[in-house]
């Protein structure tokens, strides 16, 4: 697991802009240390846009990708008439992040993870609250940049776990082409929420031989199997 700069317990030095280039070295300075020459690359919340920018680097060593609940964040085209109101509402978004109190982030935090929670979930998330807005939005707003935001062109494998069923089918066809999508509905942490579930299906997916095609579309919010039982890093 690799907290990427800015993030768990990773440096946060001042006056530094946290680019999703700059998280991208990161990953490939571990990567590179530990000797590993390819991985398959497992990218939660904002993961896949970091790994997006690992890819464009160093094209050939994420051999297959795995979405934990993640998203690019698509930008309307030059000419779009929504273009500037997109525009301004993003950057009053991130400005808005930089004011946030304790209150704003127990709001944000009650969007992410929920009543029904595992109650550890619950504890670890108090530490959300002490999280430093001005960094929060200097991350966030480099996440939401337009040039990181592109369509990658992932011509791997591709695993995709989410928390709720996705709405725009053209959109995960565009930024995950051809994933295997599953859906185990809870809350954003799914990894967490939901482990026994989501190692399972990883485990599959990593091992499963190049060219032979992985799973299906599935649900699992009916399964009994759901009883029981931030952001990037990989698995050899």
Known sequence: ???VPGQGLSDAPEGIQFTMGLMADAIYEVVKKEGVK???????????VPLGQFELKHPGMITKLVNLDGSFYPW????????EQFIAETEGFCSWIESWGVAEKQWFGSL????SSPEDLKEFVEYFY??????MANIYRNYTREEVNQPIGWSFPIL???SAEPLNMEYEQLYFPDADIQVIEGGHVVQ??????VNQLIWKFV????????????????NPWMRYGHHGGFIR
């Open 76 to 83: 309307p085209p030059v000419g779009d008439p929504t273009r």
């Open 38 to 48: 390819k991985f398959v690359g497992v990218g939660f919340s904002m993961g896949p």
């Open 1 to 3: 697991y690799i907290d």
């Open 112 to 115: 992410l993870v929920l009543d």
């Open 160 to 162: 995709s776990i989410y």
């Open 192 to 197: 967490w929420e939901k482990y026994e579930i």
């Open 130 to 135: 002490e999280f430093p807005s001005l960094l």
């Open 207 to 222: 091992t499963t031989p190049p060219g032979k095609r992985y799973g299906h579309h599935w649900r699992f919010d009916n």
